[in-house]
């Protein structure tokens, strides 16, 4: 399965940008998907993941309310609607899909497969 993430760019403070990833090669909704992210020298943080039929989700609690994961299942592509960016928020941020749907999907360890990052920068 390939995982392609696109959608980053240079935002001003309170901005906002949609993410999206197309999953091609195996049946997109084999997969419950997440969405990670890195900033320059930390480790990769979870950031949300919803099911394979997209009702259910969960967040880093510090991110609800800002940011929002969704699926278009006959669309082959995840997003992830980033609001009220802020500095802090500037990272590659990675699409990763494993099989399994667990709330234990914090740990980048679990998934198999990952996109190929998109970076986003917020300006103060």
């Known amino acids: 399965v390939q995982l392609q993430a696109s959608g980053g760019g240079l935002v001003q403070a309170g901005g906002s940008l949609r993410l999206s990833c197309v999953v091609s090669?195996?049946?997109?909704?084999?997969?419950?998907m997440s969405w990670f992210r890195q900033a320059p020298g930390k480790e990769r943080k979870f950031v949300a993941a919803?099911?394979?039929?997209?009702?259910?989700?969960y967040y880093e609690d510090m991110l609800k309310g800002r940011f929002t994961i969704t699926r278009n299942n006959r669309m082959n592509t995840l997003y992830l609607q980033m609001n009220t960016l802020q500095p802090d928020d500037s990272a590659v941020y990675y699409c990763?899909?494993?099989?399994?749907?667990?709330?234990?999907?914090?740990?980048?360890?679990?998934?198999?497969?990952w996109g190929q990052g998109t970076l986003v920068t917020v300006s103060s």
């Open positions: 990763a899909a494993r099989t399994r749907w667990e709330y234990d999907g914090q740990d980048p360890r679990k998934y198999p497969y």
């Open positions: 090669g195996r049946p997109f909704d084999d997969y419950a």
């Open positions: 919803i099911n394979w039929y997209g009702d259910k989700t």
